[in-house]
Nanobody
Framework: QPQPVESGGGTVQAGGSLRLSCTGT?????AAWFRQGPGKEREGVAA??????APHYADSVQGRFIISRGGDALYLQMNNLQPDDSAMYYC????????????????????WGHGTQVTVSP
């Protein structure tokens, strides 16, 4: 079963870039990135279905973030980072396939990593 482990977080200035990595997602599972800022609910950032197909993105990151996967690893290239992107970023994997109306639902993913912190300074 998947055992996601995230890495690549850090502190950058606004406008900068970071690349997050997650190993252990399995190459036959749907996989996603979520984030949770202080005092906020966990929200979906981007996802790829287990049957691959087009990736899904939150409106707030569309055009700035790129999700990709290779083998059992999942990646998130984050460009033009802004202070509102500061959060703990979590990698998740789940067996069910996903769709535009379901990819952001936490219940779709049974396997979660412990998170990696991203901080964007003004």
């Amino acid at each position: 079963q998947p055992q996601p482990v995230e890495s690549g977080g850090g502190t950058v200035q606004a406008g900068g870039s970071l690349r997050l990595s997650c190993t252990g997602t399995g190459n036959t599972f749907s996989a996603a990135w979520f984030r949770q800022g202080p005092g906020k609910e966990r929200e979906g950032v981007a996802a790829i279905g287990r049957l691959y197909g087009a990736p899904h993105y939150a409106d707030s990151v569309q055009g700035r973030f790129i999700i990709s996967r290779g083998g059992d690893a999942l990646y998130l290239q984050m460009n033009n980072l802004q202070p509102d992107d500061s959060a703990m970023y979590y990698c998740a994997a789940g067996y069910p396939d996903i769709s535009p109306g379901t990819w952001y639902r936490l219940g779709k993913y049974a396997y979660w990593g412990h998170g990696t912190q991203v901080t964007v300074s003004p």
